[in-house]
């Protein structure tokens, strides 16, 4: 089993979140057509999930039939969810791809959460 990727990200509450990632086996993306990609966080005293299935509007595939889009997806947070993550907390996250029965995690590690004088409207 390979080991998954760890990487850093940060947020700015209050603001939107954007993450566009591809899969690749070998150079070439993944074809992600009937999988389900699903980011988890968690933080002391509570978590959220992303999930590509429909069930969350969050996490969306790119046409998996076109080989220069095959693989890549996009992760959105909307000003209103990200508010929900705590500053000064440590969060981590875990980006697996979800096929056939089986999970595989490409990607996990903290996510730093900032936020200062943000006013919406």
């Known amino acids: 089993m390979a ?3 760890n ?4 947020l700015w509450a209050g603001n939107d979140f954007d993450l ?7 150079g ?4 992600l057509t009937g999988t389900v990609i ?3 966080m968690t933080w002391p005293g509570g978590s959220l999930t992303l999930r590509s299935d429909g069930t969350s509007p969050s996490i969306t595939l790119s046409d998996q039939t076109v080989a220069n ?3 890549w997806f996009n992760i959105h947070m909307s000003p209103e969810t990200t508010r929900l993550f705590p500053t000064n907390t ?10 056939g029965g089986k999970e595989r995690t490409w990607l996990a590690g903290d996510i730093t959460v900032s936020t200062r004088n943000n006013i919406d409207g």
């Open 90 to 99: 440590p969060v981590s996250y875990e980006i697996e791809h979800r096929s």
């Open 69 to 71: 889009t095959r693989g």
């Open 7 to 10: 990487a850093k990200l940060a």
């Open 20 to 26: 566009r990632l591809r899969l690749e086996d070998d």
């Open 28 to 31: 070439a993306g993944i074809d």
């Open 3 to 5: 080991t998954p990727g």
């Open 38 to 40: 699903v980011m988890t």
